[in-house]
């Protein structure tokens, strides 16, 4: 018996590459600010997200990777500055 191999679609909306091809700025503003994915012959080639949603996803991803940062360095030695000297020391390199 022959498995048909479902793929989940990772957006709510969805239009195919010929009705991309036809009118590509309808099918984003049919998107009414949400991701909409293309498929290519049912199958998704690629999403085509709104620039909000971009923004939002790559801060995300910062946050994600600061906070990575965080728990590995969380054992770290903790070295105490004074800032005026951190400000002078900077002004002094970048004069």
Do not use: W
């Not at 503003?29 to 709104?50: D, H, M, Q, W």
């Amino acid at each position: 018996m022959n498995m048909v191999q479902l793929t989940p679609l990772l957006a709510d909306l969805s239009a195919s590459v010929t009705e991309l091809k036809k009118d590509p700025m309808g099918i984003i503003r049919s998107g009414l600010g949400e991701t909409v994915v293309i498929l290519n012959r049912n199958e998704p080639a690629f999403y085509a997200v709104p620039p909000a949603q971009y923004e939002l996803m790559m801060q995300l991803i910062d946050d994600a990777h600061l906070a990575q940062l965080v728990k590995q360095r969380q054992d770290d030695p903790v070295e105490m500055v004074d800032i005026d000297d951190l400000i002078q020391q900077a002004s002094s390199i970048s004069s």
